[in-house]
């Protein structure tokens, strides 16, 4: 079954207003990876979390790994309508090597 | 090089057939995957390669399934006997061994079984 529960599923803003999706492991990850959907493509690889408690920015876009490496956070800041689509992530276990891909989170933005 | 690329992009077939998909992966990457998207999930992995070795084979995926890059490059997933579960898009990605690892994904295969 999945064992990388990502949360919410669906997430409704006003344009301008920020995001945050979450990522949760039932066991611990050898890094994480974040992918974004847009509707009716493919995902595209956003960015690559391997250490206990990092934080990486991409310009609006804020990802950490939490410390004990079974959970992560993607926040947008002031969102913008390019930022429509479904957001993945996908955790490498530890114990296996298996890529393990949550179930997404898709962004809908208001005007 | 383009990217990944996946043919054919839309397959209808009856109950019963067997279809082919072909992936060619970016051509200095050695790691090839193949995956399923239903509509409202994410990706659920089936299986990947090294080069032309099959590493690893998902749990999920029954014996009608097979997959092959028999010289390390492009790689065919068949799907024997299809039956109506198995209509989804079908993804290939390939990434390199060493570095971020990211893996690129191709547009995919919608397979249609009527």
């Known amino acids: 079954g999945q064992q990388v529960m990502q949360i919410p599923q669906y997430q409704h803003v006003q344009e301008g207003e920020d995001f945050t999706t979450y990522c949760n492991s039932s066991?611990?990850?050898?890094?994480i990876q974040w992918y974004k959907q847009r509707p009716g493509g493919h995902p595209v690889f956003l960015i690559q979390l391997v250490k206990s408690g990092e934080v990486k920015k991409q310009k609006r876009l804020t990802f950490q790994f939490g410390e004990a490496k079974k959970n992560s956070s993607l926040h947008i800041t002031a969102t913008q309508t390019t930022d429509v689509g479904t957001y993945f992530c996908?955790?490498?276990?530890?114990?296996?090597?298996?890529?393990?891909f949550g179930k997404g989170t898709r962004l809908h933005i208001l005007p | 090089d383009t990217g990944v690329s996946q043919d054919p992009r839309h397959k209808i077939t009856k109950r019963g057939q067997n279809v082919t998909f072909r992936c060619d992966p970016i051509s200095e990457h050695n790691r090839l995957y193949w995956y399923r998207q239903t509509l409202g999930q994410g990706p659920e992995f089936l299986t990947y390669f090294q080069n032309e070795a099959q590493l690893e084979k998902s749990r999920l995926l029954s014996d009608r399934f097979s997959a092959e890059r028999p010289k390390g490059s492009f790689s065919t997933l068949e799907i024997q006997r299809t039956e109506q579960g198995d209509s989804a898009m079908y993804l290939c990605?390939?990434?390199?061994?060493?570095?971020?690892?990211?893996?690129?994904f191709g547009p995919g295969t919608r397979l249609t079984v009527t």
């Open positions: 990605a390939s990434s390199l061994r060493q570095g971020s690892n990211e893996q690129y």
């Open positions: 996908a955790g490498r276990r530890e114990r296996d090597d298996k890529i393990i």
């Open positions: 066991t611990t990850l050898s890094n």
